[in-house]
């Protein structure tokens, strides 16, 4: 009878009437749209064509034009193409589409990057395309993808032990670029009166000192030669003294061979004879931006840079004389330099293989050249522009482009021709990086190297060999993992979501069930319930599950594409004892702490300003908030020119001032007035948010307190520091709270700014560890370093509730 009873009122018309109609009008529309969907299916509807998505570094009209003309071959494919970075800060989109089961089909990759990716299994391998290319070659077919059409550097960078995981499209090359006027100024011309730019290092030394110019305050005015000013980097110091970074079978760094070790050296001789570093790079970087290279302007005499800075010259400095020569190496040693650029390739899980091939095969194919080449010289022209063509992977096409668009150009300057000769012919003794799946790492590791060497000043042999350590750690870990136990995931997630529905689910029935409850809240419980529904499974799908997660992970060696394994507390070991650069960025973000009473003074001291009722006050107060609403995009970039050195809108106030040598900001490491101090200074830009509270708590203060202590003779500061500030306390203890913990996340300006430079200056905690995760995909190793960060801003948390004992005053009056 009870039993009969209670399905009596759950079916009761008056509790859940209403909620059936509904649930049926919805399972009805369901059924209509279902129903629907099958009538059309089932009809005459023309076929969908065959998508291939593409994801590619740009999406100019030479693109658009190959994507076109491909379509119209294979009639019913459609090529969708989207822009894509190519290259290590894209690797968090790509992982993620192949981890979500919706790769793109076709993608253009930086070849650097390829045997890292190739590791991970994430490319497809395409040696059996190839060799079925090249056999519909031999039978009359379309042209073939044949490695001997390549130049050698290029293909080898394509590949990894064996497979070939990307086809190689452009490549670019490193010179010497030369001021003519700047050289002959100073007497550097051989017998005959003409140019004469450096042969060797020594003369490069020379030269560059002879060339230096500075002002009666001993500020550089012209610098002769900045050695990592453009795109020249260590590779290109050690390739010229014969140096390699990696044996050839790709298991050993050999970083800090005495090649590479001169050759640091060298770099650094170069950057101390002309002021250091320091000075020299902010000369160099007074502003962003082609048409801001110091190069262009006169005031750099010579830089290494690709051979891209011909389009520069070309747009910006179309009559200046200048000229370019091959790298000058080591006395004894011939020259040399290395290369870049893109390959095509396809993920591994990826649909429509053959086809994606048919169309990386078009693109770099003959035709394909002669399509881009022909669309965007018309389109240069029709702009009143001089096209200059981009080399490619292939030697016999580059002549073609050199032929047709360079020296058959009646518009192109003569320097510009010779000078793409020139470069032409230096693809021919062309070094490519290595290969390895340690790229990104030991790309890293180098500019470390280089910074402790320059500003630091290590040894060239003592931070090579630093490094070298460990790149070959890391390399032995890719190469010779540890066995371990596979997490069986699904299992786990499966468990605990069985456990998180049980617990809701026994929630929901402890409040049904208790006696207290008449029926009417038991019928608002229920409803209640449902509402709070998408909210609850939302937070545990959402957030509470991706925690879990985390946690799970911060135990296991992961890195996105691989099952997990089981590692124990290996993680937080290495974390604690094995990396400096940890408690470095730890550090980083404790000293940007003094950031958050500094943005509270501010804050404060603006809410009191605007605590005042005059005319415009509301207009007043909008714009100091302006700040706090600014992206924080546009608003890094904002502040990347208040703080430029040399040209920056404070230094040019510090100047005015009488300050001879203001603060480099963000091109220096200084804890003192540095990167750091930069962008503390930013912060106090935007206290205008904390400003709105400050208000709130200054209005809630009872007006009669200050009339009651100033007619006991009480001033201004006497009156703030025994009636303003005790009633603030609870508003200065939330924005204390809510300070930490911002400034312990503190991410974006480094990211956007400096990268973490100089010299991981601002390499905070949040940043190093989105580097491990989404650069390195070291899952494992970062979820680690999350779980530790919310356990570090809880201690501090906890504490600061702690003391609020003492100091924080609820009282009303």
Not at 412 to 441: Q, W
Not at 634 to 657: H, T
Request: hydrophobic fraction near 45%; include cysteine.
């Amino acid at each position: 009878m009870a039993h009969r009873n209670l399905i009596h009122r759950c079916i009761s018309r008056r509790r859940f009437g209403g909620l059936s109609r509904w649930v049926f009008v919805v399972w009805a529309m369901v059924c209509l749209l279902w129903g629907g969907t099958t009538v059309v299916a089932a009809g005459t509807a023309p076929r969908r064509p065959i998508r291939l998505y593409f994801w590619t570094i740009s999406r100019d009209r030479g693109v658009e034009a190959i994507v076109h003309q491909f379509e119209a071959d294979h009639p019913g494919v459609k090529i969708v193409a989207s822009l894509y970075d190519g290259g290590t800060n894209g690797s968090q989109r790509l992982a993620t589409a192949i981890m979500g089961g919706a790769p793109p089909n076709i993608v253009y990759q930086d070849r650097f990057t390829i045997g890292q990716w190739a590791v991970l299994g994430a490319f497809y391998r395409l040696n059996d395309l190839i060799s079925q290319s090249m056999a519909r070659q031999n039978r009359g077919g379309p042209e073939g993808i044949n490695s001997a059409d390549y130049y050698p550097f290029c293909w080898r960078e394509a590949s990894y032990r064996g497979g070939v995981y990307g086809i190689p499209t452009g490549t670019e090359v490193r010179v010497l670029f030369y001021n003519s006027d700047e050289l002959r100024q100073v007497g550097l011309v051989n017998t005959l009166g003409r140019v004469a730019p450096p042969k060797t290092w020594g003369q490069l030394e020379r030269d560059a000192l002879k060339l230096c110019r500075r002002n009666a305050a001993g500020d550089l005015t012209r610098l002769g030669f900045a050695p990592n000013y453009g795109n020249s980097w260590l590779y290109i110091y050690a390739f010229l003294d014969g140096g390699r970074f990696m044996n050839r079978a790709g298991t050993l760094c050999t970083m800090d061979s005495p090649p590479v070790v001169k050759a640091l050296a060298y770099m650094a001789r170069l950057y101390r004879l002309q002021g250091g570093i320091n000075r020299v790079d902010a000369f160099v970087n007074a502003g962003s931006g082609p048409q801001f290279d110091p190069f262009l302007s006169g005031r750099l005499a010579m830089k290494i840079d690709g051979n891209w800075v011909l389009n520069e010259i070309v747009r910006y400095q179309r009559h200046l004389r200048f000229g370019v020569a091959y790298p000058p190496p080591l006395r004894g040693h011939g020259s040399a330099t290395w290369s870049g650029g893109f390959a095509l390739v396809i993920p591994k899980t990826a649909s429509h293989k053959q086809l994606s091939f048919d169309f990386i095969r078009f693109f770099v194919s003959q035709r394909g050249a002669q399509i881009y080449n022909r669309v965007n010289n018309r389109y240069y022209a029709a702009r009143g522009r001089t096209y200059l063509p981009d080399f490619t992977a292939q030697p016999a096409i580059n002549r073609e482009m050199y032929r047709r668009y360079v020296r058959g150009n009646p518009n192109m300057p003569p320097r510009v021709a010779k000078a793409m000769h020139t470069c032409y012919e230096l693809l021919k003794i062309s070094h490519n990086r290595p290969v390895t799946p340690v790229g990104d790492y030991m790309w890293d590791q180098m500019l470390e190297a280089q910074s402790s060497v320059f500003r630091a000043g290590m040894s060239a042999q003592a931070a090579l060999t630093r490094a070298t350590k460990k790149v070959q750690r890391r390399l032995n870990r890719i190469l010779h993992p540890i066995p371990a136990a596979r997490l069986p995931e699904g299992v786990v997630m499966a468990v605990l979501a069985v456990v998180a529905v049980v617990l809701v689910l026994a929630g929901f029935w402890r409040e049904w069930r208790k006696n207290r409850l008449t029926q009417w809240r038991r019928s608002q419980t229920a409803m209640g319930w449902m509402f709070a529904g998408p909210a609850v499974a939302g937070f545990l799908i959402f957030s509470l599950g991706p925690m879990v997660a985390s946690l799970l992970y911060s135990f296991c060696r992961y890195n996105l594409l691989h099952a997990s394994r089981w590692v124990g507390l290996e993680n937080y070991q290495r974390v604690l004892m094995g990396h400096s650069l940890f408690w470095y960025s730890l550090a980083n973000t404790a000293y940007m702490l003094i950031g958050v009473p500094l943005g509270m003074a501010v804050g404060l001291a603006l809410a009191m300003l605007l605590n005042t009722e005059v005319r415009g006050i509301r207009l007043y107060r909008t714009i100091f908030y302006l700040p706090a609403v600014v992206p924080a995009v546009a608003a890094a970039y904002l502040w990347m020119w208040i703080l430029n050195p040399v040209n920056g809108l404070l230094n040019s106030l510090l100047r005015d001032f009488g300050v001879a040598h203001p603060p480099l900001w963000l091109n220096s490491p200084s804890w003192l007035l540095g990167s750091k101090a930069g962008i503390i200074l930013m912060g106090l830009w935007g206290a205008g948010a904390g400003m709105i509270i400050w208000l709130a708590g200054l209005k809630g203060i009872p007006t009669q307190l200050y009339e009651a202590a100033k007619m006991d003779g009480a001033g201004p500061v006497r009156r703030f520091w025994n009636i303003t500030l005790p009633m603030l306390t609870p508003y200065i203890f939330f924005n204390l709270i809510m300070g930490v913990i911002g400034t312990m996340q503190i991410f974006s300006q480094s990211y956007i700014m400096t990268s973490g430079g100089p010299d991981h200056s601002t390499d905070f905690y949040a940043l190093y560890l989105f580097n491990q995760a989404f650069k390195y995909f070291r899952m494992g190793y970062a979820s680690a370093l999350a779980w530790l960060l919310l356990l570090l801003i809880l201690a501090l948390t906890a504490i600061q509730f702690w003391l609020s004992r003492r100091w924080v005053n609820y009282d009303v009056v």
